[in-house]
């Protein structure tokens, strides 16, 4: 079966760094998203890796080992404002996103 | 990217009525959509695959009879649904894909949340 495993939920403090883990098991593979989602909005896109290794954007980075079906994201500098949930999806071979329930991040000042 | 566009944001209605919500793709002509539905606290469930110009394609356990969806056009798909139990109390995403040789990656529109009285 395709699942996707990511912790319920971390708390982090303002100004710090938080590694978000995710692996999943997926019926062939065409790369990784992450997306954040703030309560009672809809996802946004944050970063897609399909190759092994560090993809950095800004305050964000993703990492990937698509043989361990490991993925990562790193946020560092932490504001208040990225207290909402993040979603790891990976993308099968039919092109489909696999969804987890996400990790929900708590930003505490 | 593509821009996607929902509305209403909110609806509430009463036990057995419909409620229509539309999904415009603003930039960006969009043979398929894809209409997704989130519970508090669980993960996005994929409800169908919305083709312009034929049927919709359901996921397992979708009823399509009391989730219609038209794909009248590039542009704009609808999600009816039919008959509204509080069950159906959720929140209702659409998405498209990116243009070809983008990643691939999804747009979501801002999403419906409905509540069913």
């Known amino acids: 079966g395709q699942n996707i495993d990511q912790p319920t939920e971390m708390t982090a403090t303002e100004g710090a760094i938080v590694q978000i883990n995710c692996t999943y098991q997926?019926?062939?593979?065409?790369?990784l998203f992450w997306y954040q989602q703030h309560a009672g909005e809809a996802p946004t896109f944050l970063s897609y890796?399909?190759l092994d290794g560090l993809e950095e954007k800004g305050r964000f980075s993703s990492f990937l080992s698509r043989s361990k079906g490991y993925s990562y994201l790193l946020l560092k500098e932490l504001q208040m404002k990225d207290s909402a949930s993040y979603l790891c999806a990976p993308m099968d071979s039919n092109y489909q996103l696999i969804w987890g329930a996400g990790t929900k991040l708590i930003i505490k000042p | 990217g593509a821009v996607v566009s929902q509305h209403p944001s909110w609806v509430i209605c009463k036990s057995g009525t419909s409620v229509k919500i539309e999904c415009r793709s603003l930039d960006f002509q969009a043979t398929t959509m894809f209409w997704y539905r989130q519970f508090p606290k669980q993960s996005l469930m994929l409800m169908a695959t919305s083709n312009e110009g034929s049927k919709a394609t359901y996921e397992q356990g979708v009823e399509k009879d009391k989730f219609l969806i038209n794909h009248a056009s590039l542009t704009l798909s609808t999600l009816t649904v039919t008959s509204a139990h509080p069950e159906d109390s959720s929140f209702y995403i659409c998405s498209v894909h990116g243009l070809a040789g983008d990643t691939g990656e999804l747009f979501f529109g801002e999403g419906s949340r409905l509540t069913v009285l």
């Open positions: 997926t019926s062939g593979f065409n790369g």
């Open positions: 890796n399909v």
